[in-house]
């Protein structure tokens, strides 16, 4: 039987705008209904577009946000069901990575501070001492120096400053970590670098990636498993081996076809995208995907189609599955 380190299910986010005293009150449906397990060990890709849902349904996992229905099963627990104290454990087997270098560490402080705060924290008592050999050895791990803790943030690149984002969320020894666009803002050779250590980081320790991305050929480097986001849904799902050589989902195929990865998709027939992503807060009716479909037809905007079985752990969502 699989291992999953985590399972979402039925998994709900619902924001609510601000009320007029006349109208109903409205809510973006962020994230609808989403339903995957992530097995240990794996990196599990999240792909979409912008506004799909994909930086909700990490913070969500994480308890940043609070869902708004669903569960998330952990060592076979529901985590939003944890008391906080019980939670405070979870908080160190769960760590996220954010897209902006620049803004996610605190410019005021040494990295020493920012690297170790997270263990005096979850360790009360620890000694100075303690905490800077540890730090100095995940500096190391990340392919910086020890000295580089009594530095601040602004003396380092933005690929330096992933790195210590990422010293930061590896340092509790985690065994989940959700990476949200983590490279889109370095420039391609470094970004090459940050995933290889990711990868080898990976490899080392026993972590299990949640990675968010709209880079198909990132999720090609990176990924064992892709989900693929539309408008608050996970539209197709599975290997992504599956999921690339074999897209099910009409919108798997539009991304694949937009998206250049170097073969196989080199040769196939470019598909145009058509139209905007529509609005969250009213989707359009039975796939939500229909509105920019090239093969939808009648049933696609009056029935939601449910998933099904493509093959082995690979779903989809489409009245008109392309296999
Ligand atoms: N705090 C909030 N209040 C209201 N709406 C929100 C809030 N946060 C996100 N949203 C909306 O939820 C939807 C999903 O946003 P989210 O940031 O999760 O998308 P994303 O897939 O991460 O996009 P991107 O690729 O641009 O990062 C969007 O329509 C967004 O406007
Ligand atoms: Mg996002």
Known sequence: MQDYIMEIKNLKKYFKLKENIFSK??????????????????????????????????????????????EIIMDNKNVLDLSKKEFMEYRRKMQMVFQDPYNSLHPKKLVKTIIGEGMKIHF????????????????????????????????????????????RAIILNPNFIVLDEPTSALDVSVQAM????????????????????HDLSVVDYLADHVAVMYLGEIVEKGPKSKVFNNPAHPYTELL????????????????????EVPNPINPPSGCRFHTRCRYAENICSEKKPEEEIVSEEHTNRCHFSLV
């Open 25 to 70: 009150a409205k809510y973006v449906r962020a994230v609808d209904d989403v339903t995957f397990s992530v097995p240990r060990g794996s990196t599990y890709a999240v792909v979409g577009e912008s506004g799909s849902g994909k930086t909700t349904l990490g913070r969500t996992i994480l308890r940043l946000i609070d869902a708004s229905a669903g």
């Open 124 to 167: 009360k008592g620890i000694k100075e001492t303690e905490i800077r050999k540890r730090i100095a050895e995940v500096l190391n791990e990340v392919g910086l120096r020890e000295e580089h803790m009594f530095r601040y943030p602004h003396e380092f690149s933005g690929g330096q400053r992933q790195r210590i984002a990422f010293a």
């Open 194 to 213: 940050v995933l290889k250590m990711l990868k080898d980081i990976k490899k080392r320790e026993d972590l299990s990636y949640l990675f968010i991305t």
């Open 256 to 275: 694949l076809n937009s998206n250049p990865i170097p073969d196989p998709f080199t040769d196939r027939e470019r598909i145009e995208v058509k139209g």
